[in-house]
T-cell receptor, first 116, second 112 residues
Framework: AQSVTQLGSHVSVSEGALVLLRCNYS??????LFWYVQYPNQGLQLLLKYTSAATLVKGINGFEAEFKKSETSFHLTKPSAHMSDAAEYFCAVSAPSGGGADGLTFGKGTHLIIQP | GAGVSQSPSNKVTEKGKDVELRCDPISGHTALYWYRQSLGQGLEFLIY????????KSGLPSDRFSAERTGGSVSTLTIQRTQQEDSAVYLC??????????FGPGTRLTVL
């Protein structure tokens, strides 16, 4: 069984400040990990993914995440927040197949608010 | 089209009616997934197709829900005798051997 915990349902940062969205996972097998972003009334867009290659993963829009097995974490960061980053962010875990019959297991989501 | 498409984008129905939701995956993607997004439950995985086959249907919320995929392409999710708790956004995703799931814009279902 797999699960994902995202700490903080809402995170507020000032424009230009560091963005840190936390994700911890539980998995009985080495997982694949994903961060998705959802803008209002839209579907999910993949930001980045970890699939057992490099532990530091760079994604789109300046985001990156680091896989830390010892901490079972996959936190999402961006050095400088932009107003356009305001959205809902979801961390997800899957079996090494990338989904398969178990699909993706998502966290509850973190709503990122950017203060001008 | 280039991405996953879903129709209708919005559906309002009366309690007890049947609804059919459609998903057109990215061309060539063999895997297709249905998820449900609701305020109370977050994002829930419903069912997965590899080709036309769904090996495990246990994620479907009740026996009122069914899904099929034909020709290894289009999939339909059918909800019979809709209930108010079925109100949610239903998301479809497809993937190829690279394992990345691409999501459609969703169908917002409202059951009155």
């Amino acid at each position: 069984a797999q699960s994902v915990t995202q700490l903080g349902s809402h995170v507020s940062v000032s424009e230009g400040a560091l963005v840190l969205l936390r994700c911890n996972y539980s998995s009985s097998v080495p997982p694949y990990l994903f961060w998705y972003v959802q803008y209002p009334n839209q579907g999910l867009q993949l930001l980045l993914k970890y699939t057992s290659a490099a532990t530091l993963v760079k994604g789109i829009n300046g985001f990156e995440a680091e896989f830390k097995k010892s901490e079972t974490s996959f936190h999402l960061t961006k050095p400088s927040a932009h107003m356009s980053d305001a959205a809902e962010y979801f961390c997800a875990v899957s079996a090494p197949s990338g989904g398969g019959a178990d699909g993706l297991t998502f966290g509850k989501g973190t709503h990122l608010i950017i203060q001008p | 089209g280039a991405g996953v498409s879903q129709s209708p984008s919005n559906k309002v129905t009366e309690k007890g009616k049947d609804v059919e939701l459609r998903c057109d995956p990215i061309s060539g993607h063999t895997a297709l997934y249905w998820y449900r997004q609701s305020l109370g439950q977050g994002l829930e995985f419903l069912i997965y197709f590899q080709g036309n086959s769904a090996p495990d249907k246990s994620g479907l919320p009740s026996d009122r829900f069914s899904a099929e995929r034909t020709g290894g392409s289009v999939s339909t999710l059918t909800i019979q005798r809709t209930q108010q708790e079925d109100s949610a956004v239903y998301l479809c995703a497809s993937s190829s051997a690279r394992n990345e799931q691409f999501f459609g814009p969703g169908t917002r279902l409202t059951v009155l």
